[in-house]
């Protein structure tokens, strides 16, 4: 079963706007991550939160979480047409015995037009 | 070397077919994954092995089998398969953290399945 919800499904922006993209789950977590998928390929991880953490930041992205309210959210600033792809959040879990189990939200959709 | 190699990209089988989907990796991981993805959908965790061993099996049918016959390699064999499993499958690893979670996973391009 999914862990979260996402918000928007999809969303159209122009090239040099800011996109963001909300995350809400289910459970409490340990650490909640971002992902990207460009279409029908691989994911590429963006970047990760711990829970004792708010605000992270890594290059053009800015992420946020708010473990009172189960959701986090993720900034795109300055969006290129590159950025277009599929954004997924995933909380984790630790597998015994080693490595960790993702559960991933719905996604959001980008489309950065030029 | 940063990269899950996936082999076929490809693969159309028919119902009664049995074939493999491979998995490389060469980052010293030693924790493996299977996630299956069906389109606009997110990918759902099928397998994970730790140690070249089963450590989650989220209750996939057993025309799925997965099988980690190194650290660097994991398989996953199909048979029986029905058109309904057609789907992007996904593999990935990541270090292992002692039990505790918060390491990110690196993905492969994924294997596009066609059962006819």
């Known amino acids: 079963s999914q862990q979260g919800e996402e918000d928007p499904q999809a969303l159209s922006i122009q090239e040099g706007e800011n996109a963001t993209m909300n995350c809400s789950y289910k459970t409490s977590i340990n650490n909640l991550q971002w992902y990207r998928q460009n279409s029908g390929r691989g994911l590429v991880h963006l970047i990760l939160i711990r829970s004792n953490e708010r605000e992270k930041h890594s290059g053009r992205l800015r992420v946020t979480l708010d473990t009172s309210k189960k959701s986090s959210s993720l900034l795109i600033t300055a969006s290129r047409a590159a950025d277009t792809a599929s954004y997924f959040c995933a909380t984790d879990a630790a597998v015994t015995g080693g490595g960790n189990k993702l559960t991933f939200g719905t996604g959001t959709q980008l489309k950065v037009e030029l | 070397d940063t990269e899950v190699t996936q082999t076929p990209k490809h693969l159309v089988m028919g119902m009664t077919n049995k074939k493999s989907l491979k998995c490389e990796q060469h980052?010293?991981?030693?924790?493996m994954y299977w996630y299956k993805q069906k389109a606009k959908k997110p990918p759902e965790l099928m397998f994970v092995y730790s140690y070249e061993k089963l450590s989650i099996n989220e209750s996939v049918p057993s025309r799925f089998s997965p099988e980690c016959p190194n650290s660097s390699l994991l398989n996953l064999h199909l048979h029986a398969l029905q058109p309904e499993d057609s789907a992007l499958y996904l593999c990935a690893s990541s270090w292992l953290a002692g039990g505790r979670s918060g390491n990110e996973q690196y993905f492969g391009p994924g294997t596009r399945l066609t059962v006819t």
């Open positions: 980052m010293g991981h030693r924790a």
